[in-house]
C-alpha cells in the first residue's frame, strides 16, 4: 500500500481534465499546469528519496496482488526519469507560454503536454507489459495531438507518416505481447522474468526478444527504423520538440533497457550483440546526419539518434560500468537534449531562420545566449567538467571490458563528430560579422532564457556533482544488473 | 429542395426512447451480464446519431444543448474520483467496493462502486463519439 509513486501519474492526468474545463482561459491554463508540473517535480524528488532510503517502491493497483492485477514499480532507475521527465515538462512549459501561439493555446494545447507527461509518467512507473502498451499509447497519441497542432502543411504532411508508424509498431507491440503471452501465460514483468528463467531461453523467446527490439527500436530510433524521426521533429513548433527530444525516444530507449535487463537476459551472446551492433550504426548513421546539415533544427535532431546508440550500447554491453554509464548518460542526455532545442528555439526566434548560413554574428548581440550554448554543446560532447563526460567515460570503460572495442571506439569517435556538428553552429552562428538584417530584429529573448538557464545549470550542477549522484545512479544500475532485486520486490517471495 | 421525411422523423421519436432504454439496460447490467459502460455509451450516442439523422445539427442542439468536450472531461474526472477516492480509506488506488443495500422497489440489490467508474467511461464514449460526429458533420 503506497498511493505516493502513483502521484506523477495522477496529477498530469487531473490537471489535463481541469485544464480542458477552461480551454478559452489562457491565462488560467497556464497558471494550472505551471503549477501543476512543479508539484510534479516535487512529488518525483521525494519518490526518488523515498526509493533510495527504503528500496523499491509498489503498488498493486485495486489490491489485487501481484502477478494477477497491475503493479506499478518506482525503481531506482524509473524514479530518476520521472523526475527528469517532471523537470524536462516544467521547463518546456514555461517555455511554450511565451513562444505558442494563441490560437493553438485555444485548442488544448496544454492538456495535451498533461497528457504526454502522463503517459510518459506512466510508461516509466508500470510494472506489466500490457500496461506500458496502454500508456505508450496515451502518450503516442497525444504526441499526434501536440505535433499536428497548428495545421500547417508541412505538419499535416509528417503527422501522417508519424502516425502511420506508430500505429504499425504499436500492432507490431500488441502482437509480440500476444506471442508471449502465449507462450508465458502473464503480462507481469516480473513473474514473466520468473517463468522464463525456470523455462530457460529457447529459441522462440529469443526470437519475441528481437521483435520487443523492433517494436522499441522504432519508438526510440535506432538503426534501420529512425528514418521517420529526423522529418517528424521538425514539423512542430520547437518546444514541441523539445519534448518529444527529450522524452518520447527516451521511453523506448527505457523499454528496451527494462526488456533486456529484467526479461530477456539469458543468450546475451545473441540478442545483446545484435543490440550493440544496431547501436553501433544507430551512433555512425546519427553522426553522419548531424554533420551533414545546416538547419540547427536537423544537426539537433540527428543528435538525439546519436544519444540514442550511445545508450543502448551501454546496456548491450552489459558490464556493471557500462549499464551504469547508460544510466548516467540517459539523464544527462535528457535534460541536455530539451536545452539544446530550447536554445535552438530562441535561435529561431532572433533570426527568423533555422539555416544556418543565413545569419552569423549572434555573439555580439546575445553574448549571454552565445556562452550558455557553448556549455550546452560541451555539454553534450562529453568535455570533463561538463555532464555528458562521466556517463560516456562509463560506458567506453565498460565496452572495453566486455571486449568490444570496435563500438567503444565508434562511441569515441561519435564524441568529435557531435562535438563538431554543434560546433559548426557555434562558429558559423555565432562568430563572424553580423549580417545587416539581423540588426533589425534584435527581439530580447529574455523570458524564453529562464527555462534554458535552469536546464544548463541543472546539466552543470549534474556534472560537478557527480560524487553526489552517484549512489542513485549506482543502485539503479545495480537493480537493472541483478534483476532478482526487482522481481523480490514485486513477487515479495 | 428538401425533401419530406415525415416517415423517418416520426419513426425517430419513437425509436430513440427505445433505443436508450436499451443502452441504460445494457450499462446497469454491465456487472454481471454482457455490457458496460463502453457498448452502452455507443449505443446511446447510436440513439443521438439517429436523431441528427433524422433532423439536423440545429435541431439536435437545440433540445440537447449539450458541450460533448466538457461531457468527456467530466467522465474523465467521475473516472479519477472513483480511483481517488480510495485514497481515504487507506487502499491502493482504484481499489472498488461494493455492498448489499435494501432499495425500496428493487429489493435488495449490490450496489459496486466500479458502476460510478463505468458511468466515468459511458460519459466520455458519448463525448468522444459525438464530438467527431459532430466536428466533422459542421466542417464545410
Known amino acids: 500500500m503506497n498511493n505516493l509513486i502513483i502521484l506523477p501519474i495522477i496529477i498530469p492526468l487531473f490537471t489535463a481534465i481541469i485544464l480542458i474545463f477552461f480551454n478559452k482561459n ?15 517535480i516535487i512529488i518525483s524528488s521525494v519518490i526518488v528519496q523515498r526509493v533510495h ?51 493553438r493555446e485555444k485548442f488544448f ?19 506489466d507489459l500490457f500496461n506500458l502498451f496502454v500508456f505508450f499509447e496515451v502518450m503516442l497519441m497525444s504526441s499526434y ?8 502543411k508541412i505538419q499535416l504532411q509528417e503527422s501522417i507518416k508519424y502516425i502511420l508508424v506508430n500505429v504499425i509498431s504499436s500492432a507490431l507491440f500488441v502482437i509480440a505481447v500476444a506471442y508471449l503471452y502465449a507462450v508465458t501465460g502473464t503480462l507481469n514483468m516480473a513473474d514473466l522474468s520468473v517463468r522464463i528463467s525456470e523455462m530457460g531461453q529457447s529459441g522462440y523467446i529469443t526470437v519475441l526478444a528481437i ?49 533486456y535487463t529484467l526479461i530477456f537476459y539469458h543468450d546475451p551472446s545473441f540478442t545483446h550483440q545484435i543490440l550493440a551492433w544496431l547501436a553501433a550504426l544507430t551512433i555512425i548513421f546519427g553522426a553522419i546526419g548531424a554533420i551533414a546539415f545546416w538547419d ?6 540527428y543528435n538525439i539518434i546519436t544519444a540514442v546508440g550511445v545508450i543502448l550500447f551501454g546496456i548491450a554491453a552489459n558490464t556493471p560500468e557500462a549499464v551504469e554509464g547508460s544510466v548516467y548518460y540517459l539523464i544527462h542526455d535528457m535534460i541536455i537534449k530539451g536545452a539544446l532545442f530550447l536554445l535552438v528555439g530562441v535561435i529561431i526566434a532572433i533570426t527568423g531562420t533555422s539555416h544556418l548560413r543565413k545569419f552569423s554574428g549572434l555573439i555580439a548581440s546575445h553574448p549571454f545566449l552565445g556562452w550558455m550554448f557553448f556549455i550546452a554543446a560541451l555539454s553534450l560532447a562529453g568535455i570533463p567538467p561538463f555532464s555528458g563526460f562521466v556517463g560516456k567515460l562509463k560506458i567506453v570503460q565498460g565496452g572495453f571490458e566486455a571486449g568490444e572495442y570496435t563500438i567503444a571506439f565508434i562511441v569515441l569517435m561519435s564524441s568529435l563528430l557531435v562535438l563538431y556538428s554543434v560546433m ?70 | 429542395m428538401k425533401t419530406n421525411d415525415l416517415i423517418l422523423q416520426t419513426a425517430t421519436k419513437v425509436v430513440v426512447f427505445i433505443i436508450i432504454l436499451f443502452s441504460w439496460h445494457l450499462f446497469f447490467s454491465g456487472h454481471y451480464t454482457p455490457g458496460g459502460g463502453f457498448i452502452g455509451g455507443l449505443l446511446t450516442s447510436g440513439a443521438i446519431v439517429l436523431l441528427l439523422l433524422a433532423f439536423d445539427l440545429k435541431t439536435v442542439l437545440a433540445f440537447l444543448p449539450i458541450d460533448y468536450i466538457k461531457m468527456t472531461a467530466t467522465g474523465l474526472l467521475i473516472a479519477l474520483l472513483t480511483g481517488v477516492g480510495s485514497f481515504f480509506f487507506d487502499a491502493p488506488f482504484l481499489t472498488h467496493t461494493f455492498s448489499y443495500v435494501d432499495l425500496p422497489i428493487l429489493g435488495t440489490t449490490s450496489l459496486a462502486t466500479a458502476v460510478l467508474f463505468d458511468l466515468g467511461v459511458y460519459l466520455v464514449v458519448i463525448g468522444v463519439t459525438m464530438t467527431i460526429i459532430q466536428t466533422i458533420g459542421e466542417t464545410e
Open chain 1, 53 to 103: 532510503e527504503s528500496g523499491i517502491q509498489t503498488l498493486a493497483v485495486g489490491n489485487w496482488k501481484a502477478p494477477y492485477g497491475i503493479v506499478l514499480v518506482a525503481d531506482m532507475y524509473s524514479s530518476l526519469l520521472v523526475l527528469t521527465t517532471s523537470i524536462i515538462a516544467f521547463t518546456s512549459l514555461l517555455f511554450a507560454f511565451s513562444t505558442i501561439s494563441h490560437d
Open chain 1, 211 to 259: 521483435l520487443f527490439l523492433i517494436v522499441f527500436g522504432l519508438k526510440g530510433a535506432i538503426f534501420p527504423l529512425f528514418f521517420w524521426l529526423p522529418g517528424s521533429y521538425q514539423a512542430p513548433p520547437t518546444v514541441v520538440t523539445a519534448l518529444f527530444g527529450a522524452l518520447l525516444t527516451k521511453v523506448g530507449v527505457y523499454s528496451i533497457t527494462r526488456v
Open chain 1, 109 to 127: 494545447f496544454y492538456p495535451g503536454v498533461q497528457f504526454l507527461i502522463l503517459g510518459v509518467s506512466g510508461a516509466f512507473l508500470t510494472g
Open chain 1, 424 to 493: 559548426k553552429i557555434f562558429i558559423h552562428g555565432f562568430w563572424g560579422e553580423p549580417k545587416e538584417e539581423l540588426l533589425v530584429q534584435k527581439k530580447s529573448p529574455k523570458g524564453l532564457l529562464i527555462p534554458i538557464v535552469i536546464l544548463i545549470a541543472l546539466t552543470t550542477a549534474y556534472g560537478l556533482g557527480v560524487e553526489w549522484i552517484s549512489p542513485y545512479i549506482s543502485q539503479a544500475a545495480d537493480t537493472l544488473l541483478d534483476p532478482t532485486i526487482y522481481i523480490q520486490a514485486v513477487l515479495k517471495e
Open chain 1, 26 to 40: 489562457i491565462k488560467v491554463q497556464k497558471w494550472i499546469s505551471a503549477i501543476a508540473s512543479f508539484a510534479g
Open chain 1, 296 to 301: 540547427i533544427k536537423k544537426i539537433v535532431i
Open chain 1, 145 to 152: 495531438l501536440l505535433l499536428v497542432l497548428g495545421s500547417r
